[in-house]
């Protein structure tokens, strides 16, 4: 059975620091390019970060760029995301998301972040307010 359960979420104080975690299982965990998305209320899916399957290529989206590290440890089928910097504009609920196979973390920047690409998992909650 294929899952993606993340963890890690919860309240920050703005200028704070969370780590996100997303534990994978049912599936060759380094075959896949994996990514972070999130939802902020009200808007749409947006794609936040990505990392190949090796960890040797990565991206980022503008916004989180410089505040935000994804990297991931391949041996115990973890994906992480290191927020740092938070701003209230990072409220949202964070999905890690596995996607197609032989998908590069940077065709995202071309692609719509929608459930139609990749497997998704159920998300974290992530609130920034002070």
């Known amino acids: 059975q294929m899952q993606l359960v993340e963890s890690g979420g919860g309240l920050a104080q703005p200028g704070g620091s969370l780590r996100l975690s997303c534990a994978a299982s049912g599936f060759t965990f380094s075959d896949f390019t994996m990514t972070w998305a999130r939802q902020a209320p009200g808007k749409g899916l947006e794609w936040v970060s990505g990392?190949?399957?090796?960890?040797?290529?990565?991206y980022y989206t503008d916004s989180v760029q410089g505040r935000f590290t994804i990297f991931r440890d391949n041996a115990n089928n973890t994906l992480y995301l290191q927020m740092s910097s938070l701003q209230p504009e990072d409220t949202a609920r964070y999905f890690c998301?596995?996607?197609?196979?032989?998908?590069?973390?940077?065709?995202?920047?071309?692609?719509?972040?929608?459930?139609?690409?990749?497997?998704w998992g159920q998300g974290t909650q992530v609130t920034v307010s002070s």
């Open positions: 990392i190949f399957k090796d960890g040797t290529t990565s």
């Open positions: 998301v596995k996607l197609p196979r032989h998908w590069g973390p940077v065709i995202v920047r071309t692609r719509a972040a929608t459930r139609d690409f990749g497997f």
